[in-house]
């Protein structure tokens, strides 16, 4: 990894900032995508502790609002002459219904709207870059979810659960198509379950649902940096320069559900997105 410039998004905490200290170990440049500024300039003396030495730099944005995600695409654009790994990783579940400012439901907004837009925008400089590759964190929450193409912003029957399940079927889904359409580019695009993690994830709920997350977490969850290994694995390994399309879990290859399979599904996903995105 050595030279190489990664950008990693929700980079200032959990998985995603364990990741960054991982690459950096192993000699890439980052580019920490953070919300929040103490968290922000936090990460950044880990990530240096981890690996003195390091180049790394920080850019904030709030990757719930699409303008945001146009603004730090443009941002990194200016400012990255190559990028040669980018990694969507930043996400969230929401139990409480909300929309963003561009009337879509957050989760939707942030766990897959920010993926698709940020990709785009940074899409010819990745092929410019080649080889290069994108890295998208889905979940095996996934399994059993089924897109509603009528109702994306799940104005009926809202549960934050079933939007966060769906988000991480069309992140799957995304990956699918974004691999179809960078064949013979020399970037890849993959997928992956990072585990059940003990990290800040679902924290920004309250009652019930935040209680119980957080025995969940104390009970059975994995370390952060174990449920950064597989994103430091698509992003890293030699031996994957030429996969591409995958759904990972553990470092290896897993199958994703028959939902999470479906080519028609994943085009109209697409071009959906598009039309949102702009």
């Not at 500024?37 to 936090?42: D, I, M, N, Q």
């Not at 930043?90 to 989760?107: I, S």
């Not at 549960?159 to 889904?173: D, F, H, Q, V």
Request: glycine letters at 8%.
């Amino acid at each position: 990894m050595h030279a190489k410039t990664c950008v990693i998004t929700g980079a200032t905490s959990g998985i995603g900032l364990a990741a960054a200290e991982a690459l950096a170990a192993r000699g890439a440049s980052l580019v920490l995508i953070g919300r929040d500024r103490v968290r922000g300039e936090a990460a950044l003396t880990r990530v240096r502790a981890a690996a003195p030495g390091v180049r790394a730099t920080l850019h904030y944005a709030n990757l719930l609002n699409l303008a945001e995600v146009r603004r730090l695409g443009a941002e990194l654009l200016a400012v990255y002459p190559r990028i040669d790994v980018l990694v969507n990783n930043a996400g969230a579940l929401f139990q409480r219904r909300d929309v963003t400012e561009d009337g879509l439901e957050r989760t939707f907004a942030l766990n897959h709207m920010a993926y698709f837009l940020l990709t785009q925008l940074l899409r010819d400089r990745l092929t410019a870059s080649a080889p290069a590759r994108v890295v998208s964190v889905a979940s095996r929450a996934h399994e059993g979810a089924t897109l509603d193409f009528d109702d994306l912003n799940l104005e009926r029957g809202y549960s934050g659960w079933t939007a966060y399940r769906r988000s991480k079927l069309a992140n799957i889904l995304f990956t699918r198509e974004l691999a179809r359409r960078l064949a013979g580019t020399g970037v890849t695009a993959n997928c992956l379950h990072p585990g059940f993690v003990a990290s800040r994830f679902g924290d920004n709920n309250h009652g019930a649902f935040r209680w119980g997350l957080s025995l969940a977490k104390r009970l059975t969850a994995i370390s952060e940096e174990r449920g950064a290994e597989t994103i430091v694995h698509l992003a890293s390994d030699p031996a994957l320069a030429g996969t591409s399309g995958g759904y990972f879990a553990r470092s290896r290859p897993a199958t994703p559900s028959a939902a999470a399979q479906d080519g028609r599904a994943a085009l109209r996903l697409w071009e959906i997105s598009t039309k949102l995105a702009g």
